[in-house]
């Protein structure tokens, strides 16, 4: 490849992307701006990715609007609504609750890219747990190298 810049007319595309101009959005960014941009809990609570995500979506007209199309390696399909997000990710959060899992603990994913990691994601979120993805390189579990996981393990 020679570096040659591919050059495209936006007056061409079908669906105009989020973010026309990188350089341009870094240099306005402003943390204020970003702030109001967010709903926050009810009651002035504090900030919640499962609530600005997708509670705010749910309870408003995009509840049946798709949030994830996923498309699996076999030819798969599987559409989850904001509304779908919301209920299983509450259903995964009551799951962890169940277990003694509450703010400030750590759960691990061992997943791979299916609509399920967005789901764990979100769950553990709602009672301010700390959710995060592992992996396991090589076949080869992470946990017998001694790397400290989360009360709830790694699923």
Do not use: Q
């Not at 490849?1 to 669906?15: Q, R, S």
């Not at 919301?86 to 703010?103: C, E, M, P, T, Y």
């Not at 061992?110 to 995060?132: D, F, H, N, Q, W």
């Amino acid at each position: 490849m020679d570096g040659t810049t591919i050059a495209k007319n936006p007056e061409d595309w079908p669906v105009v992307p989020n973010l026309l101009d990188y350089e341009a959005a870094s240099a306005a960014f402003t943390w204020e701006a970003a702030r109001k941009e967010l709903d926050g809990l009810p009651g002035g609570r504090g900030l919640n990715i499962a609530h600005e995500a997708v509670d705010r979506h749910a309870a408003g007209d995009r509840r049946d609007h798709l949030a994830i199309r996923w498309l699996g390696k076999r030819g798969e399909v599987r559409d989850l609504t904001y509304g779908d997000l919301r209920a299983f990710s509450n259903r995964f959060a009551n799951v962890l609750a169940g277990f003694g899992i509450g703010k400030g603990d750590r759960v691990f994913l061992l997943t791979g890219r299916i609509p399920e990691l967005y789901v764990g994601v979100l769950g553990p979120s709602r009672p301010a747990a700390s959710p995060a993805r592992c992996s396991a390189p090589s076949g080869r579990s992470r946990s017998a190298s001694g790397w400290p996981w989360g009360r709830a393990g790694c699923w």
